[in-house]
Protein backbone atom coordinates (compact mmCIF):
# COMPACT_ATOMS: atom_id res chain seq x y z
CA UNK A 1 0.00 0.00 0.00
CA UNK A 2 1.38 3.20 -0.76
CA UNK A 3 1.87 5.82 1.48
CA UNK A 4 1.57 9.13 1.89
CA UNK A 5 2.98 11.37 -0.73
CA UNK A 6 4.31 14.69 -0.94
CA UNK A 7 6.21 16.93 -3.61
CA UNK A 8 8.03 18.54 -3.85
CA UNK A 9 10.56 17.49 -1.15
CA UNK A 10 12.72 20.60 -0.82
CA UNK A 11 12.32 23.64 -1.73
CA UNK A 12 14.56 27.16 -1.54
CA UNK A 13 12.84 30.56 -2.34
CA UNK A 14 13.30 33.91 -1.47
CA UNK A 15 11.36 36.18 0.72
CA UNK A 16 7.94 37.61 -1.10
CA UNK A 17 8.06 34.51 -3.13
CA UNK A 18 4.94 32.62 -3.40
CA UNK A 19 5.12 28.49 -2.66
CA UNK A 20 3.03 25.90 -2.96
CA UNK A 21 2.92 22.29 -1.32
CA UNK A 22 1.26 19.08 -2.19
CA UNK A 23 -0.05 15.91 -0.86
CA UNK A 24 -2.17 12.75 -1.84
CA UNK A 25 -2.91 10.80 1.56
CA UNK A 26 -3.13 7.07 1.68
CA UNK A 27 -6.07 5.72 -0.36
CA UNK A 28 -9.33 5.21 1.50
CA UNK A 29 -8.65 8.38 3.97
CA UNK A 30 -10.66 10.67 4.08
CA UNK A 31 -9.12 13.22 7.19
CA UNK A 32 -5.97 14.99 6.02
CA UNK A 33 -3.29 16.71 7.98
CA UNK A 34 -1.18 19.75 7.00
CA UNK A 35 1.78 20.33 9.96
CA UNK A 36 4.56 22.74 9.71
CA UNK A 37 7.47 21.58 12.28
CA UNK A 38 9.85 23.56 13.12
CA UNK A 39 13.85 22.24 14.35
CA UNK A 40 13.28 20.57 17.23
CA UNK A 41 9.99 20.73 17.71
CA UNK A 42 7.12 18.74 17.80
CA UNK A 43 4.63 18.67 14.60
CA UNK A 44 1.56 21.45 14.87
CA UNK A 45 -1.43 21.67 13.23
CA UNK A 46 -2.08 23.97 10.13
CA UNK A 47 -5.87 22.51 9.08
CA UNK A 48 -7.50 19.89 8.81
CA UNK A 49 -9.83 18.56 6.21
CA UNK A 50 -12.65 16.24 6.51
CA UNK A 51 -12.91 14.71 2.62
CA UNK A 52 -13.09 18.54 1.11
CA UNK A 53 -14.00 19.82 4.08
CA UNK A 54 -11.99 22.08 6.25
CA UNK A 55 -12.88 21.52 9.93
CA UNK A 56 -10.05 22.54 11.45
CA UNK A 57 -8.11 25.80 10.10
CA UNK A 58 -7.87 27.66 13.66
CA UNK A 59 -4.23 28.05 13.57
CA UNK A 60 -3.51 28.83 10.28
CA UNK A 61 -2.56 32.37 9.44
CA UNK A 62 -5.05 33.38 7.00
CA UNK A 63 -3.61 36.42 5.43
CA UNK A 64 -0.72 34.45 4.09
CA UNK A 65 -1.64 30.88 4.02
CA UNK A 66 -4.33 28.91 1.98
CA UNK A 67 -5.20 25.53 1.73
CA UNK A 68 -7.37 23.19 -0.53
CA UNK A 69 -8.90 20.03 -1.14
CA UNK A 70 -11.25 19.94 -3.70
CA UNK A 71 -12.08 16.14 -4.68
CA UNK A 72 -11.49 15.37 -1.13
CA UNK A 73 -8.63 13.53 -2.12
CA UNK A 74 -5.21 15.38 -2.77
CA UNK A 75 -4.64 18.43 -1.26
CA UNK A 76 -2.74 21.74 -2.16
CA UNK A 77 -0.59 24.49 0.89
CA UNK A 78 0.04 27.71 -0.28
CA UNK A 79 2.15 30.63 1.12
CA UNK A 80 1.84 33.76 -0.48
CA UNK A 81 3.78 35.54 0.30
CA UNK A 82 6.52 33.66 2.38
CA UNK A 83 8.31 35.22 5.13
CA UNK A 84 11.56 33.95 6.79
CA UNK A 85 9.90 32.74 9.54
CA UNK A 86 8.05 30.61 7.13
CA UNK A 87 10.75 28.24 7.18
CA UNK A 88 10.17 24.90 8.58
CA UNK A 89 9.28 20.87 7.64
CA UNK A 90 6.03 20.72 6.32
CA UNK A 91 4.39 17.79 7.05
CA UNK A 92 1.32 16.85 5.15
CA UNK A 93 -0.70 13.35 6.86
CA UNK A 94 -3.97 11.59 6.45
CA UNK A 95 -6.00 9.14 8.48
CA UNK A 96 -9.89 7.27 8.57
CA UNK A 97 -12.51 9.41 9.77
CA UNK A 98 -13.28 9.87 13.50
CA UNK A 99 -9.83 7.35 13.40
CA UNK A 100 -7.04 7.49 16.26
CA UNK A 101 -4.62 7.14 13.68
CA UNK A 102 -2.66 9.52 11.61
CA UNK A 103 0.02 8.53 8.69
CA UNK A 104 2.77 11.22 8.07
CA UNK A 105 4.25 12.31 4.78
CA UNK A 106 7.90 12.20 4.12
CA UNK A 107 7.90 16.26 4.23
CA UNK A 108 8.70 19.25 2.51
CA UNK A 109 11.56 21.17 3.52
CA UNK A 110 11.02 24.84 3.10
CA UNK A 111 13.47 27.68 3.01
CA UNK A 112 13.31 30.90 2.78
CA UNK A 113 16.02 33.40 2.25
CA UNK B 1 1.11 25.31 30.24
CA UNK B 2 1.37 22.89 27.11
CA UNK B 3 -0.65 20.10 26.72
CA UNK B 4 2.20 17.60 26.31
CA UNK B 5 5.50 17.63 27.85
CA UNK B 6 8.83 15.84 26.74
CA UNK B 7 12.13 16.28 27.54
CA UNK B 8 14.08 17.22 24.49
CA UNK B 9 17.48 15.45 25.31
CA UNK B 10 19.38 14.69 23.56
CA UNK B 11 19.94 11.15 25.31
CA UNK B 12 23.23 8.93 24.66
CA UNK B 13 23.60 5.57 24.95
CA UNK B 14 25.42 2.76 24.67
CA UNK B 15 24.53 0.13 22.12
CA UNK B 16 22.14 -2.51 23.82
CA UNK B 17 21.53 -0.47 26.57
CA UNK B 18 17.50 0.03 27.75
CA UNK B 19 16.26 3.19 26.90
CA UNK B 20 13.23 5.22 28.48
CA UNK B 21 11.64 8.12 27.12
CA UNK B 22 8.59 9.88 28.63
CA UNK B 23 5.72 12.61 28.37
CA UNK B 24 3.79 13.59 30.67
CA UNK B 25 0.27 15.57 29.42
CA UNK B 26 -2.63 17.86 31.70
CA UNK B 27 -5.61 16.49 29.95
CA UNK B 28 -7.30 13.74 31.35
CA UNK B 29 -9.63 13.56 28.55
CA UNK B 30 -7.11 12.09 26.33
CA UNK B 31 -7.11 8.52 25.75
CA UNK B 32 -5.45 7.24 22.69
CA UNK B 33 -1.61 7.61 22.96
CA UNK B 34 1.07 6.78 20.08
CA UNK B 35 4.50 7.11 19.51
CA UNK B 36 6.17 8.02 16.47
CA UNK B 37 9.84 7.97 15.42
CA UNK B 38 11.79 10.25 13.04
CA UNK B 39 14.70 9.79 11.20
CA UNK B 40 16.45 12.90 10.11
CA UNK B 41 14.87 14.25 7.04
CA UNK B 42 11.64 12.21 6.98
CA UNK B 43 8.76 12.18 8.17
CA UNK B 44 7.11 11.09 11.60
CA UNK B 45 6.59 6.85 11.23
CA UNK B 46 4.11 5.26 14.00
CA UNK B 47 5.99 3.08 15.96
CA UNK B 48 3.61 2.14 19.19
CA UNK B 49 -0.19 3.06 20.02
CA UNK B 50 -1.93 2.15 22.64
CA UNK B 51 -5.93 2.90 24.04
CA UNK B 52 -6.12 4.08 27.70
CA UNK B 53 -3.79 2.89 30.52
CA UNK B 54 -1.68 -0.42 30.31
CA UNK B 55 1.61 -1.48 28.61
CA UNK B 56 1.88 -2.66 25.65
CA UNK B 57 4.45 -4.44 23.96
CA UNK B 58 6.23 -5.04 20.09
CA UNK B 59 9.26 -6.68 19.98
CA UNK B 60 11.65 -4.28 21.50
CA UNK B 61 9.52 -1.80 22.36
CA UNK B 62 6.79 -1.78 25.16
CA UNK B 63 4.76 1.34 25.57
CA UNK B 64 3.13 1.87 28.95
CA UNK B 65 0.19 4.39 30.24
CA UNK B 66 -0.43 5.77 33.65
CA UNK B 67 -3.62 7.39 33.48
CA UNK B 68 -3.82 8.13 37.01
CA UNK B 69 -0.44 10.10 36.75
CA UNK B 70 -1.02 11.35 33.28
CA UNK B 71 2.45 9.82 32.22
CA UNK B 72 3.64 7.77 29.63
CA UNK B 73 6.89 6.05 28.53
CA UNK B 74 8.57 4.08 25.75
CA UNK B 75 11.05 1.43 26.96
CA UNK B 76 13.21 0.26 23.96
CA UNK B 77 15.32 -2.83 25.05
CA UNK B 78 18.44 -3.87 23.31
CA UNK B 79 19.18 -0.48 21.51
CA UNK B 80 20.65 -0.69 18.55
CA UNK B 81 22.42 2.38 16.41
CA UNK B 82 19.26 1.74 14.23
CA UNK B 83 17.38 3.35 17.04
CA UNK B 84 18.91 6.57 16.46
CA UNK B 85 16.17 9.40 15.90
CA UNK B 86 13.59 11.69 17.24
CA UNK B 87 10.98 10.07 19.23
CA UNK B 88 7.67 12.23 19.44
CA UNK B 89 4.95 11.31 21.37
CA UNK B 90 1.38 11.86 20.53
CA UNK B 91 -2.42 11.60 22.09
CA UNK B 92 -5.84 12.11 21.55
CA UNK B 93 -9.06 12.02 22.71
CA UNK B 94 -11.16 9.13 22.03
CA UNK B 95 -13.18 11.11 19.06
CA UNK B 96 -9.90 11.04 17.38
CA UNK B 97 -8.57 13.36 14.66
CA UNK B 98 -6.95 16.32 16.88
CA UNK B 99 -3.70 15.09 17.63
CA UNK B 100 -1.17 16.86 20.48
CA UNK B 101 2.10 16.18 20.13
CA UNK B 102 5.40 16.89 22.17
CA UNK B 103 8.04 18.47 21.34
CA UNK B 104 10.34 15.06 20.73
CA UNK B 105 13.17 13.22 22.58
CA UNK B 106 16.45 12.77 19.87
CA UNK B 107 18.46 10.08 20.69
CA UNK B 108 21.75 8.30 19.78
CA UNK B 109 22.57 4.91 20.38
CA UNK B 110 26.38 5.00 20.10
CA UNK B 111 28.08 1.19 18.73
Known amino acids: EAGVVQSPRYKIIEKKQPVAFWCNPISGHNTLYWYRQNLGQGPELLIRYENEEAVDDSQLPKDRFSAERLKGVDSTLKIQPAELGDSAVYLC???????????FGPGTRLTVL | QKEVEQDPGPLSVPEGAIVSLNCTYS??????FMWYRQYSRKGPELLMYTYSSGNKEDGRFTAQVDKSSKYISLFIRDSQPSDSATYLCAMTYVTGNQFYFGTGTSLTVIP
Open chain 1, 93 to 103: ASGLQQGNEQF
Open chain 2, 27 to 32: NSAFQY
